[in-house]
Nanobody, 124 residues
Framework: QVQLVESGGGLVQPGGSLSLSCAAS????????MGWFRQAPGKEREFVAA????????DYAGSVKGRFTISRDNAKNTVYLQMNSLKPEDTAVYSC?????????????????WGPGTQVTVSS
């Protein structure tokens, strides 16, 4: 079992940057594909980014490609999401999640473990 806790959310102006972290418990962090998802008020949860066990593969939603970067440090049991050039439409609760295998990494219902989420607000 994996427990996940996000940090790094907050209020940022449009065009600004924010870095999210997700710390995982347990000794098997490197066994999991890690993903970031977000949910804005009144909207469904959407895929943001995913990274495979040893960072060989990454995937991004089209809306964040070129602005967001996912990375992980297996020695620290942590996955990161660097968010640059933030837009008001990026405002949401961001959650990290863990799943086994890389296939279907964009689908939230494939993930077994979820963090509680951290709020990101992009506003002037």
């Amino acid at each position: 079992q994996v427990q996940l806790v996000e940090s790094g959310g907050g209020l940022v102006q449009p065009g600004g940057s924010l870095s999210l972290s997700c710390a995982a418990s347990g000794r098997t962090f490197s066994s999991y594909t890690m993903g970031w998802f977000r949910q804005a008020p009144g909207k469904e949860r959407e895929f943001v980014a995913a990274i495979s066990r040893y960072s060989a593969n990454t995937d991004y939603a089209g809306s964040v490609k070129g602005r967001f970067t996912i990375s992980r440090d297996n020695a620290k049991n942590t996955v990161y999401l660097q968010m640059n050039s933030l837009k008001p439409e990026d405002t949401a609760v961001y959650s990290c999640a863990a799943k086994t295998g890389w296939v279907s990494a964009v689908f939230g219902n494939e993930y077994a473990y979820w963090g509680p989420g951290t709020q990101v607000t992009v506003s002037s």
